[in-house]
C-alpha cells in the first residue's frame, strides 16, 4: 500500500535564471524516493503501536504453529469471544481474542494489517489508530455473538452455540480499511471499497461462517462511520508536524 495524502514536490529550488543547482538535489530526491518503502513497514519510533501488536500476533502465531496442541487449544478456547465467554470475562476475552492470528500466518489477514495498520498509524497516531482498531473489533463482536444469545434463549438455537470458538484480526482489519479509505482522494477510495465489499461479498454467498461473514461487514461500517474523525485527526497532526518543522527552521 502506498503511503497515503498528497506527495510534495522533492525538486530544488531555482534561483540561477531557471536552472537547478548542480549537485545536492538528485541525491536529496533519491533518499526520498528510497525511503517510501520502508514507510509501508512499521518500526518501533514511527509506528510503536503497529510495531509491537505485530511482534506479539508473530509470536502467538509461532506458538499456535509450533507449540503444544493441547495448550494451543486451552489459550484458543479460552480467548473465545462466544457468547458464554462474553457474559462472564467480556473484557478479557475481547482483549485476548485479538491476539491470535486465525489461520496464522499464511493468513492474508496478517499481511493486510500490518499494512493497514502501519499507514493509518502515520496518518493518525498510535492510541488513535489502536482506538479505530478496538471499536471494529468489539463492535463486530458484540453485533453478532449477542443475537446468538438471544436466539439460544428463545429456542432456535442450541445450546451449544454459547461456546463456538471465535478469535482472530479481521473485525479490527477491516475497521481499519474502512477509517484508512477516508484519508484516500475519491476514485481509489471507491475502488478499494469496492473491491473490498464485492470480497465480504463473495463470503456471505458462500456461507461458511455466517457470523464471522456478517460481522465484517458490520466491521467495515464502522470503520467508514469513524472516516470524519479520522480525518480531523489527520489534519490536525499534520498542522502539528508544520509549525514543529517551521519552529526548528
Known amino acids: 500500500m502506498r503511503r497515503l495524502g498528497a506527495s510534495r514536490y522533492a525538486g530544488t529550488d531555482r534561483t540561477d535564471g531557471g536552472q537547478a543547482p ?13 525511503a517510501r518503502p520502508a514507510r509501508l513497514v512499521p518500526d518501533p519510533r ?18 499456535a504453529r509450533y507449540g503444544d496442541p493441547a495448550t494451543v487449544s486451552v489459550l484458543l478456547h479460552g480467548s473465545s469471544t462466544d457468547v458464554a465467554h462474553l457474559a462472564t470475562v467480556p473484557l478479557l476475552v475481547l482483549f485476548a481474542s485479538a491476539l491470535w492470528v486465525a489461520g496464522g500466518l499464511a493468513s492474508p489477514y496478517a499481511l493486510g494489517l500490518v499494512l493497514v495498520l502501519t ?13 479505530v482498531f478496538l471499536a471494529g473489533h468489539v463492535t463486530a463482536t458484540l453485533a453478532t455473538e449477542i443475537p446468538v444469545g438471544l436466539w439460544v434463549m428463545a429456542g432456535r438455537l442450541p445450546e451449544t452455540s454459547l461456546h463456538r470458538l471465535d478469535y482472530g484480526i479481521s473485525f479490527g482489519l477491516l ?10 482522494r475519491p476514485l481509489p477510495r471507491t475502488a478499494v471499497l469496492a473491491g473490498v465489499s464485492a470480497l465480504l461479498l463473495l463470503d456471505l454467498l458462500a456461507y461458511e461462517d455466517p457470523l464471522s461473514n456478517w460481522g465484517h461487514p458490520l466491521a467495515l461500517l464502522t470503520g ?13 497532526r499534520e498542522q502539528r508536524r508544520r509549525e514543529e518543522s517551521q519552529e526548528q527552521a
Do not use: K, N
Open 119 to 131: 499507514a493509518l498509524e502515520r496518518r493518525v497516531g498510535g492510541l488513535r489508530a489502536a482506538a
Open 22 to 34: 548542480r549537485g545536492g538535489g538528485a541525491p536529496a530526491t533519491g533518499a526520498r524516493a528510497a
Open 46 to 63: 514511527g509506528t510503536p503501536f503497529t510495531f509491537w501488536y505485530a511482534l506479539v500476533l508473530l509470536g502467538t502465531s509461532l506458538y
Open 175 to 184: 475497521a481499519s480499511v474502512g477509517a484508512l479509505t477516508a484519508l484516500f
Open 224 to 236: 467508514l462511520a469513524d472516516g470524519p474523525l479520522v480525518r480531523r485527526w489527520a489534519h490536525v
